[in-house]
């Protein structure tokens, strides 16, 4: 499985910007995709999870409302749309993959859990 992250970019506070992670090497039915991200000097944290077949989300309290996930089957790619960016969400943003069904539902949220990664993307949002 390859993951590749991209659409990050500079923006100011409160603009859009859409990530997507190209996946390939398999069917992806069973899996599950997350991203995370990790500011300097701080820990990678969760920021959303997808589930591939049936589009259930999950995401982080600090960014729901504002962020989205969607999948596009045809291109094998998931998206995630973050509007009203803040400066708080300046990070490398990185996606990940895993078909363990604890993973999935239960533990979406640990990092550790996931079985794949993608190189990350950059975001920076200035006030």
């Known amino acids: 499985v390859q993951l590749q992250a991209s659409g990050g970019g500079l923006v100011q506070a409160g603009d859009s910007l859409r990530l997507s992670c190209v996946a390939s090497?398999?069917?992806?039915?069973?899996?599950?995709f997350g991203w995370f991200r990790q500011a300097p000097g701080k820990e990678r944290e969760f920021v959303a999870r997808?589930?591939?077949?049936?589009?259930?989300?999950r995401y982080a309290d600090s960014v729901k409302d504002r962020f989205t996930l969607s999948i596009d089957n045809a291109k094998n790619t998931v998206y995630l749309q973050m509007n009203s960016l803040k400066p708080e969400d300046t990070a490398i943003y990185y996606c990940?993959?895993?078909?363990?069904?604890?993973?999935?539902?239960?533990?979406?949220?640990?990092?550790?859990?996931?079985?794949?990664w993608g190189q990350g993307t950059q975001v920076t949002v200035s006030s």
């Open positions: 990940a993959a895993t078909s363990d069904y604890s993973t999935i539902y239960y533990r979406y949220g640990q990092m550790r859990a996931y079985d794949y």
């Open positions: 090497g398999r069917t992806f039915s069973s899996f599950a």
């Open positions: 997808v589930v591939w077949s049936s589009g259930s989300t």
